[in-house]
């Protein structure tokens, strides 16, 4: 299937049937979703795994009750953007830099002197800016199921407070975002598998200039 059939036949699944995907295509969106770019690099955020059942049926239960995805998915991913960004963030990220290019210190300063601008912003501002960040990795996690031949939905309809209490995200200096969960459809239950794709036009959506 090439690129357009594969997010032709992609669709948010409303109800999966438990069972597992492969772990080798699991493993392969985890490292799409590594790859995805963010604005100056920072991925100033974590994903986080639930495998498991007792703790996928708590977030449902507590944080996410009008989603029955979560409890029959495979596997749940949580985008959760990092609060504020803190100096010590920057200095392991120009670590990274200089290790993986084998780059001085002094090369990176201009670079170094913009990202610093980040850490003077209020922590509004830089969650903000993080949980857009989090969007292109969950695109790229959407758009490499597709291409899998993976079930899955984003899910945003949860509330963030419950569920950043429930893994007590703030303490770990992030809030939850989004989530992704993936799986295996329920042929009977899922209403969304078989309705024809709703989407503008070529002519409404794109505007020549
Ligand atoms: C950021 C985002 C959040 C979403 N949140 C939910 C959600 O909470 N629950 C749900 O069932 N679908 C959710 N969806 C799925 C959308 O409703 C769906 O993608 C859209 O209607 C287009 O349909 P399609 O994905 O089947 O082509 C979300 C999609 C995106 C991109």
Not at 66 to 84: D, E, V, Y
Not at 182 to 207: H, I, M, T
Request: proline share 4%.
């Amino acid at each position: 299937m090439n690129l357009i059939e594969s997010l032709n036949q992609r669709y948010a699944s409303k109800m999966m049937n438990g069972t597992k995907i492969p772990e080798e295509k699991f493993q392969t969106i985890l490292e799409a979703i590594r790859l995805a770019p963010t604005s100056l690099g920072l991925q100033p955020f974590k994903v986080l795994i639930v495998e498991n059942q007792a703790l996928k049926d708590k977030i449902f239960e507590k944080a996410a009750p009008g989603q029955p995805q979560i409890p029959t998915c495979s596997h749940l991913l949580i985008f959760a953007a990092n609060r504020k960004i803190t100096r010590d963030m920057l200095d392991e990220y120009f670590e990274l830099i200089e290790a993986t290019r084998d780059l001085p210190a002094e090369k990176l300063l201009a670079y170094r002197n913009i990202m610093n601008g980040l850490v003077d912003k209020s922590e509004e501002q830089n969650f903000n800016w993080a949980a857009r960040q989090t969007y292109i990795a969950l695109g790229f996690g959407l758009v490499s199921a597709a291409l899998l031949g993976l079930d899955s939905v984003p899910i945003e309809g949860f509330s963030a407070s419950v569920l950043d209490e429930l893994l007590n995200l703030k303490e770990q200096n992030l809030g939850s975002v989004t989530m992704f969960a993936l799986g295996n459809r329920d042929e009977e239950k899922d209403y969304n598998a078989k309705l024809p794709k709703v989407r503008k036009s070529k002519e409404y959506l794109f505007v020549k200039l």
